[in-house]
C-alpha cells in the first residue's frame, strides 16, 4: 500500500470495544453529565456501567486492552507487530489526557518517556536563550511524540503543548528498549522517523521564518 492509499486514522471510543447496546452507553453518557453537573464525585463510564450491572470488571478491562492495542497497530512505529507481540506491548502503557494549552514535555528536562497520539493535536516547539519561541512541527494521531530524547538520555531537545484536547499512551523507555534494538522492523521504522525529524528540526531551525 503507498503513502496515498493509506486509510485515514480515526481513534476508536471505549465503546467500540464493549459488548453492550449503545443505548446502555447512552444512559451512562447521561449520568455522567448529571454528575458533573452537580459536582458528585467523578465516575468513569466503566465504573458506571459496571456498577448497573450492565457489564462486569472483566468486561471493561478487556476493553481497555482492546482499545490500547488498537492505538498501538495504528502508530507507524509498532504496525509490524503480531496482536500477541501487541497485548504483551499494551502493558507497558497507560493513558494520559492532557488539555488543550498544556505543555506536556519541557526542553533541556529530562524525561525517559515515549507518548503515541491518540486523539487530539500537539504542537512541537524549541525556546531559544532570548526566549523567542521557534515552532517545529505540528503532530497529529497516530504518531510518536518524544522519540527524539531516546538516544540523548531522556533529556528533552524540544517543548509539546496540547493544540487540542488530547489523548495519549505513555511508556517508559526502558520497558520499550527490547523492541527498539532487538525487534528488526520495530527499531528500522523507529530510527527512521527519529532521523526524519532530526532532519527536519535542524533545517528548520537553520531557516527560521
Known sequence: MSNNDKIPYEDKRIGDFLACSKGLLQNAVKKQGHILKHKIPYKTIGQLLIENGDIT???WETAIRKQRIFRLRSCPVFSSLSDTELAALSSSFVEVTVD???QFIVQDMPEPTLYILASGKVE?????VDETRTHIAYVEPPEPIGEMGYSSGGVRTASVRAVKTSILLRANYKDLTHYFENVPRV???FMRIVEARRQDTEEILKNPE
Open 187 to 189: 527499531a528500522f521504522e
Open 57 to 59: 470488571r472483566e468486561d
Open 100 to 102: 488543550m494549552g498544556e
Open 124 to 128: 512541537v516547539y524549541r525556546t531559544e
